[in-house]
T-cell receptor
Framework: AQSVSQHNHHVILSEAASLELGCNYSYGGTVNLFWYVQYPGQHLQLLLK??????LVKGIKGFEAEFIKSKFSFNLRKPSVQWSDTAEYFCAVREGSSTLGRLYFGRGTQLTVWP | GAVVSQHPSWVICKSGTSVKIECRSL??????MFWYRQFPKQSLMLMATSNEGSKATYEQGVEKDKFLINHASLTLSTLTVTSAHPEDSSFYICSAREAGGGGYTFGSGTRLTVV
């Protein structure tokens, strides 16, 4: 089975600081990659996804992620965070050949941004 | 965009009773829905995958007789926790796979507390 690792469990930043959240996965074949955000009391929302093509993916709210196949990584970045980015962030992976389409999630990273 | 409505958002029940959680896709048809369980500070753990009109596929270790899943229509899937016990207390989240298989939309989750 897939494993998805998010090494940072809790990240605390000041506003305007740069953000990078790590995500590594174990599957060696074709993968589809996702980053989701969960604001307090709300449902998971898609930030961005990678299926194929340009490995640098831009998402909503100024987030981007880079797929590095050789490192099995899909790290999330934002140049300048805002207080409103305080939330839980989840990396998820789907095997590209999967007909069931199940996602494997990392354990999440709680981001706290101080104003 | 696609919306998934999950009800109730929280429920408290007595040990030994059953609880039904509903997951509806409001503006799209979802042939596949997923049910997750999330423990505090942990990842979303897939419990089962349900396809409209067929039996759900349960993950290893998930009791199918305890967690009954019904996906009778293209817009509704239900999870019934039967004979609930305090250890079933958790946060349950449903997700619907959008037509074309690209993305997923998540419900806002149900906090179940069994007393």
């Amino acid at each position: 089975a897939q494993s998805v690792s998010q090494h940072n469990h809790h990240v605390i930043l000041s506003e305007a600081a740069s953000l990078e959240l790590g995500c590594n996965y174990s599957y060696g074949g074709t993968v589809n990659l996702f980053w989701y955000v969960q604001y307090p009391g709300q449902h998971l929302q898609l930030l961005l996804k990678y299926f194929s093509g340009d490995p640098l993916v831009k998402g909503i709210k100024g987030f981007e992620a880079e797929f590095i196949k050789s490192k099995f990584s899909f790290n999330l970045r934002k140049p300048s965070v805002q207080w409103s980015d305080t939330a839980e962030y989840f990396c998820a992976v789907r095997e590209g050949s999967s007909t069931l389409g199940r996602l494997y999630f990392g354990r999440g990273t709680q981001l706290t941004v101080w104003p | 965009g696609a919306v998934v409505s999950q009800h109730p958002s929280w429920v408290i029940c007595k040990s030994g009773t059953s609880v039904k959680i509903e997951c509806r896709s409001l503006d799209f048809q979802a042939t596949t829905m997923f049910w997750y369980r999330q423990f505090p500070k942990q990842s979303l753990m897939l419990m089962a995958t349900s396809n409209e009109g067929s039996k759900a596929t349960y993950e290893q270790g998930v009791e199918k007789d305890k967690f009954l899943i019904n996906h009778a229509s293209l817009t509704l899937s239900t999870l019934t926790v039967t004979s609930a016990h305090p250890e079933d207390s958790s946060f349950y989240i449903c997700s619907a796979r959008e037509a074309g298989g690209g993305g997923y939309t998540f419900g806002s989750g149900t906090r179940l507390t069994v007393v």
